[in-house]
């Protein structure tokens, strides 16, 4: 597998259609997306210009999630590098659902891929709210859940519950036609029950990992370095539990799974694909490299 720098002017698709991939009804030029937040590609296309979208590093585009009301996000600060990895507790900042419609679709709406809005809300209301709304924007492609947030009713963190996640999901399939991306966390002994609740309810896919939960130490203090005190780890100290739970999803489910957790080159992508999953996604890379998911298509398909 060669592994070199981008070519020049690539977007990681092939004249041929190598490496072009099918996913929930999606035709994708190659199995690389991004992960959700990671990657904001209103911000790049101001920085890098019209050539961001000619070579536009990946084949569907997730968005940052989104929530029913603006939100400022977490108190600094906001992230904190371990040994191979990157803790963050950004909070959701962002404009809610009606400023996202307003001021990020119209833009989101221009990309060369198709586009999947990730939304999450904490009560069966809000996430009704929010499938409705961008469900019924023809320039939507698919929406994902994150479910790693507490149904407020119950209390209980919906992607930590098979009981949770399948109500939920039981409650909004009837809400629209797009594809449903279930978005899990590893923060449980085993995602597959969850998963499979998932599946049950209605949902179309999967996509894991999410982040695990974790915290880091001001060393001149001795007190928690995050504004929020806990935040979500990511990054290559994460891709060999992202190895397992993708495996053990796989093991239980027949839809498809969006695999991600520490991808930094062809080569962890087809870990994650030989694990089960038929899309990788790149996150803390793209801080490095913006490019990454051009190169890591390149090299998969090399
Ligand atoms: O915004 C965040 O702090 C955040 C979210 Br919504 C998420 O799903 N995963 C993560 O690591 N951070």
């Known amino acids: 597998m060669a592994e070199g720098p981008a070519s020049k002017r690539g977007n990681g698709a092939r004249p041929d259609g190598a490496g072009a991939v099918e996913f929930c009804g999606l035709a994708l030029r190659h199995p690389v997306i991004n992960g959700s937040g990671t990657f904001d590609a209103i911000a790049a296309r101001r920085a890098f210009g019209e050539s961001l979208w000619r070579e536009f590093p990946f084949s569907a585009f997730v968005s940052k999630?989104?929530?029913?009301?603006?939100?400022?996000?977490?108190?600094?600060?906001?992230?904190?590098?371990t040994p191979s990895g990157l803790i963050n507790s950004i909070g959701l900042p962002n404009k809610g659902l009606e400023g996202f419609l307003a001021n990020d679709l119209p833009q989101l709406s221009e990309l060369p891929v198709p586009l999947i809005v990730s939304v999450m809300g904490t009560s069966h209301e809000e996430f009704a709210r929010l499938v409705e709304g961008v469900g019924g924007r023809e320039e939507v492609a698919a929406i994902e859940l994150n479910v790693s947030c507490p149904n407020v009713k119950s209390g209980?963190?919906?992607?930590?519950?098979?009981?949770?996640?399948?109500?939920?999901?039981?409650?909004?399939r009837p809400l629209t036609?797009?594809?449903l991306i279930v978005k899990l966390t590893p923060n449980v002994p085993?995602?597959?029950?969850?998963?499979?609740?998932?599946?049950?309810?209605?949902?179309?896919?999967?996509?894991?990992?999410?982040?695990?939960?974790?915290?880091?130490?001001?060393p001149d203090t001795g007190a928690p370095w995050l504004g929020a005190?806990?935040?979500?780890l990511s990054g290559p100290a994460i891709r060999a539990v992202a190895i397992e739970q993708i495996r053990s999803v796989a093991a239980a489910v027949s839809i498809p799974i969006v695999g991600m957790g520490g991808v930094s080159s062809g080569r962890d992508a087809l870990?994650?694909?030989?694990?089960?999953?038929?899309?990788?996604?790149?996150?803390?890379?793209?801080?490095?490299?913006?490019?990454?998911?051009?190169?890591?298509?390149?090299?998969?398909?090399?």
């Open 190 to 218: 085993d995602p597959a029950p969850i998963a499979l609740a998932a599946e049950q309810g209605g949902g179309d896919a999967v996509s894991l990992v999410n982040t695990l939960r974790a915290a880091a130490i001001d």
């Open 65 to 81: 999630t989104i929530t029913p009301d603006p939100r400022a996000g977490n108190p600094p600060p906001r992230l904190w590098e």
């Open 271 to 302: 870990d994650l694909l030989s694990a089960g999953a038929k899309l990788v996604a790149v996150g803390t890379e793209t801080f490095r490299d913006p490019a990454a998911g051009t190169r890591i298509a390149e090299s998969l398909i090399a």
């Open 156 to 172: 209980l963190i919906v992607g930590e519950s098979p009981e949770e996640a399948g109500s939920l999901l039981t409650r909004l």
């Open 177 to 179: 036609d797009k594809t």
């Open 229 to 232: 005190e806990r935040g979500g």
